[in-house]
Nanobody, 121 residues
Framework: QVQLVESGGGSVQAGGSLRLSCAAS????????MSWFRQAPGKERDWVAT???????TYVDSVKGRFTISQDNAKNTVFLQMDSLKPGDTAMYYC???????????????WGQGTQVTVSS
């Protein structure tokens, strides 16, 4: 089992920044990919970004150039730096861990509890 604990959400005005953190514990040797997903009220949970343990990263087009995913492998922690935030970024953000690369939330095994991000105009 892998446990994930997120922190860093909050409320900001459009154009502002937030940094999310996710600390993993437990059977982290089984994890190759750490990801962030988000879910707005009444909508599906959408993939945002993924960091591979080897260092590569991928992003959904809507956040490219604004969000940066990074990781501290020694501390089993992944971060999501969110800049130039827009009201459309408002959602519950979830940290996810998996052995394989998945952008469909239904394929992900391990989840954090979520942290709310609210961006006002």
């Amino acid at each position: 089992q892998v446990q994930l604990v997120e922190s860093g959400g909050g409320s900001v005005q459009a154009g502002g920044s937030l940094r999310l953190s996710c600390a993993a514990s437990g059977d982290t040797y089984s994890v190759n990919y750490m990801s962030w997903f988000r879910q707005a009220p009444g909508k599906e949970r959408d993939w945002v970004a993924t960091a591979y343990i080897g260092g590569s990263t991928t992003y959904v087009d809507s956040v490219k150039g604004r969000f940066t995913i990074s990781q501290d492998n020694a501390k089993n922690t992944v971060f999501l730096q969110m800049d130039s935030l827009k009201p459309g970024d408002t959602a519950m953000y979830y940290c996810a861990a998996s052995a394989g690369y998945f952008t469909n939330w239904k394929s992900v095994r391990y989840w954090g509890q979520g942290t709310q991000v609210t961006v006002s105009s």
